[in-house]
């Protein structure tokens, strides 16, 4: 009898907790779907730097220098990247710059050929030869940093983009071996650094 008269005292307390513990149930699945999608998105860290080549039979000439895009996939997921995976962007330009990677064709002996789309395991990285040091300035010329003042100006902030077959886009951290070919390139000197190996 007593139990009774309690239940009925407090029924809208008990009302009112068991609406609570339905609404921090939901609350807990959606954080706990939240964060499994959050966990399971891709998501990758690119780097570009002009790469030095070394071996044995290169001899008495100068060394072959490439720009190189280094991709890490920081992601649980594969992440697959296709042949028009890299961009540069202009500043004020909608526009996007697509290259289509050196390393897609057997014509460089340096750069081996690899096939499009390529799969990068989780926490494993991969580089991509884009072109050789020649060509990255003749285009960086033909394109980004022509005899205009203005190009010289915007040729400063020059940025890249990578796309993944995923339909995601990120940011390219272009390292100092490159800032300073762009920066050669726009004083129209030629450049001599190494870069990186």
Do not use: C
């Amino acid at each position: 009898m007593f139990l009774e008269e309690l239940l009925k005292a407090h029924q809208f307390t008990i009302a009112a907790l068991g609406v609570l513990g339905t609404f921090a149930a939901v609350t807990v699945a959606l954080l706990n779907s939240y964060m499994t999608a959050r966990a399971s998105r891709t998501k990758i860290h690119a780097w570009a730097s002009i790469n030095v080549v070394y071996h044995d039979s290169i001899k008495g000439t100068e060394l072959p220098r490439y720009l190189v895009v280094s991709v890490r996939n920081l992601g649980v997921m594969p992440v697959h990247i296709g042949a028009g995976f890299f961009h540069w962007k202009i500043p004020f330009q909608r526009q996007l710059f697509e290259v289509l990677p050196l390393d897609m064709s057997a014509g460089d002996k340096w750069a081996p050929q690899r096939k499009y789309p390529t799969e990068i395991k989780p926490r494993t990285s991969d580089r991509f030869f884009l072109s050789d040091l020649e060509m990255f300035r003749h285009y960086s010329r033909q394109h980004f940093i022509g005899a205009s003042i203005w190009s010289r100006i915007t040729g400063r902030f020059l940025s890249a983009v990578v796309f993944t077959d995923e339909g995601k886009v990120f940011k390219v951290v272009l390292d100092k071996s490159v800032r300073k070919q762009l920066a050669a390139i726009r004083k129209d000197q030629p450049h001599n650094s190494a870069g990186v190996a």
